[in-house]
Structures are given as C-alpha cells and as structure tokens.
C-alpha cells in the first residue's frame, strides 16, 4: 500500500499547477486522492517561517500566500519517502 501512496504523491506533483489553479480543482484532488488529514509545511528559512498548512482550507491559504509573495513560483519535489500510511515529499520552491 505505502508504494501505491509514494506514486500517488509522485502523480499529484507531475500534474499540480498551484499558480494557475482553481478551488474546484483542489475540491477534486482532495475529493480523489488527498487524506482530510494532509499536510504541508514550510521549512524554517522560509521568508514567513515555518508554516504548516493543513487540510483542504490549508492549501487556499498557501495559495494565496505564494500569489501575494512571488509573481511566478514552481514546486520542484526532490525526494518522495514511504512512511507506512504517509509519503514524505521534499521539495524545493522556486519563485
């Protein structure tokens, strides 16, 4: 099951578009692939600090966050990690 959860994470990354995307977008991803209980954090040397974004409303404040801060960004996920029921994504934000 993990490595069916670690390609899932892998696909969500090679079709997400967070700049240009839209409420009913994230509405599918998370009605299809995402737990209720997702998380994203930001790390520590972030600009704003270490954040952590939860759940669907999580990820509109992250978006709106990115949009305010930067004119153009794109995630870049470095490393995918199976940890049991989770993946683990490392990525870098460019903008």
């Known amino acids: 099951m993990s490595q069916q959860n ?3 994470a892998r696909r969500i990354h090679e ?3 967070l700049l240009h995307t839209t409420p009913e977008r ?3 991803v ?3 692939q995402l737990s209720e209980d997702f998380e994203f954090r930001l790390p520590p040397d972030y600009p704003e600090g270490e954040l952590v974004f939860r759940r669907r409303s999580g990820i509109d404040e992250l978006i709106v966050l990115l949009r305010e801060t930067w004119r153009e960004w794109r995630f870049e996920p470095e490393r995918f990690l199976d940890a049991d029921e989770q993946v683990v ?3 870098r934000i460019i903008g």
Request: hydrophobic fraction near 45%.
């Open 89 to 91: 994504v490392f990525a």
């Open 30 to 32: 998370f009605r299809e």
């Open 26 to 28: 994230i509405d599918r």
């Open 15 to 17: 079709n997400s578009d």
């Open 6 to 8: 670690v390609e899932l």
